[in-house]
């Protein structure tokens, strides 16, 4: 299915996240005034995806000026607000209604769809002392998030255990700057990786208070990570530099790849679910990127040198595979879809969430 | 708590400039979406938003921008007055008006001249530097890109500062037409015959103003009007003494040409200004440059005595030592264009010069429009659609003269003084300048 639909949140869209039980379920995070000052709200929106039979006979005027393939309605089905801004969210791996929100005021908030707004948010997690940037939830334990924050620190929660002493598991300080975001490796349930700007990619077992590797992986601030579903060695980092680099975490010596193309920094990358090549990325330059990492720039270097293995002379293979342009300002969130495949949701400064498919139309700017 | 949020809301900026420091292609083979213009409207949608301020420590900013008065050349109170006088009486008045900047820092002078011997006239800026009592270590040097040398040297300073050679400079112009005439020294290459671009770099000024008109139609009379307005209106402004703050006063001497008696005189006023020139005295004066044409002595650019300076900064040092900011220098842009109709150049350096700076001709509030030839500025005016109301308020070259090398430098002070005698909403300012042998320049700034 290629149907496009769009979403506008009032404030400025941070991040945006699929449900991992409903396919039609979308978690997004905004901040006003672009995250600077001001409130957050936290939405679940629904795409009505049985709109899509009787949305081209008797229902066009709901749709979007590009009749083309169908746009699908995408409502309202919850809004949460809060005091300061939302930076991030994650939805629950165990409870299909319940999901987590990161705060710019330290906090990490608990909500559940089901409960109407009195009633949320569920659970306020008080520790950080400054801005929480993302939450990652342990899809493998599936009772355990995690928190990185600007304090410098990474900690780890169980909402429900700790119910008597509100408090965290556990605090990860290592990084010397903020953490930018901290991500749970899909294969082991005790790993994560976190990136920071520090500067450096480190890789976490969380019954261990340190690190177990820490790469120095760019010359700017990395700001992102993810891990590869197919391959439980490779991590993807984006960084300031305007890079993704993929890194292979048994030879931390070099990057696997660096994948280039990017005007401004790197804020979010995400591995493919269903291919293990493909990767996406969304940027302050205000695209969004899919990629095949396995194509690597540096690679394609050394063939054109006659230094590598395969290909022509002069014939450089590019790994940036498509690239969208949707959004009028910084493209901050981004996610793929884990049920359908080649299914992306982005937001962004602009305001506009997008959910899109890597093969289908390109969506539009919504102005 | 208001306070605490603020602290907050300036913390998330800071960490937010920092995802920024990286815009410029990496390596030689990267494929980069930049595009010049992003930065700027990252600016103006994101930095700009919520608190109305595009400030970056690292901005170039204008602290200090001055001019000598314009005089007739060899007619008017500095005709006797030497290029390295000059240079020192703008250098001095402006580390005086700036007196927070200690000398040692400034990285570099560069001063804009165009006709005085190059050699020469790199010399005399240094006497003049050492008149000034600027410390050695301070070094000097000139540019020549003839009628934007001074706007040239802004631009010099700013990229040096940009680049990271110094954290603050000095830009000038200079130029004595009185002792110094246009010419041609030697012979013409006969290869320069084969090439018509090569050959038409030799057309006269005035010529080309001619060429201007007759291609566009612009009529004499459109022209003596333009002139007419300029003196008008230069008359008005020396009359409610709008230019008082811009101008260094010199302290010099003066030949009385009959009785060759030297006296000493402080000139303080731009002397080229006519008060009542009417479009029908502009009329009677003949078509110097071509029979039957339109270009007058009237309706073309006085040929003056003058210097200029402007200092310029990083936005840092200048916050460290409590320097008075009055603009930012946004964009700049020098483009070729046909040399047979050089005096076209600002319609196509404007544009330019805004792209690059994001933002569109429309939204500038106040525009410097170098008066070559009022057929040429007549001709950027409509071609640009600009309105009457915000070219050239205080008048232009024509009424008070046209001092080659230090133009750019005296538009720029006229303009920001100006632009700072205005309420806030007068935002952006353009100077800009055609260039002989088919050129223009431009230069966006942002009062603050």
Redesign the interface.
Known sequence: MAATSHFRTPFNGYSVKFSPFFADRIAVSASQNFGIVGNGHQYVLRRELNALNNNNTNNNNNNFPHSGPATLPLVEEARFETADGIFDCAWSEESENVLVSASGDGSAKLWDVSRPPFQNPLRSFNEHEAEIYTVSWNPTRKDVFLTASWDDTIKLWNPRENAHTRGSLKTFREHTYCVYAAEWSPHHADVFASVSGDCTLKIWDCRKNHSTLSIPAHDFEVLCVDWNKYNDCVVATGSVDRTVKLWDIRNPKKELSVLRGHGYAVRRVKMDPFDEDICYTASYDMTVAMWNWKISNTTSISNTLGLGEGGERGVQPSPLLRQWRHHTEFAVGLDVSVLNRGELASCGWDSSVQVFSNHGPDPLPIL | MSNN??N??MK??E??K??????AP??N???????NS?VER?ET??FS??FGSSKHPDDVVIVCALRTPITRARKGGLKDTTADDLVATVLAAALRETENINANDIGDVVVGSVLGDSSQRANECRIGMFLAGFPVKVPVRTVNRQCSSGLQACADVASAIKAGYYEVGIAAGVETMSKNPMKWDGGFNPKAASVTNAQNCLIPMGVTSENVAAKWHISRETQDAFAAESHRRAAEARRNGKFKSQIVPVVTKIIDKETKEEKEIVVSEDDGIREGVTVENLAKLKPVFKKGGSTTAGNASQVSDGAGVVILCKRSYATKNGLKIMAKWKSFSAVGCPPEIMGIGPAVAIPDACERAGVKVSDINLFELNEAFASQASYCVNHLKLSKDIVNVNGGAIALGHPLGATGARCMATLLHEMHSRDASCKLGVVSMCIGSGMGAAAVVERE
């Open positions: 949020n603020t907050n809301a998330r900026v960490r937010l920092t995802h920024f420091v990286v815009s990496l390596l083979n990267e494929s980069s979406t930049t595009n992003f990252q949608s994101f938003s919520p």
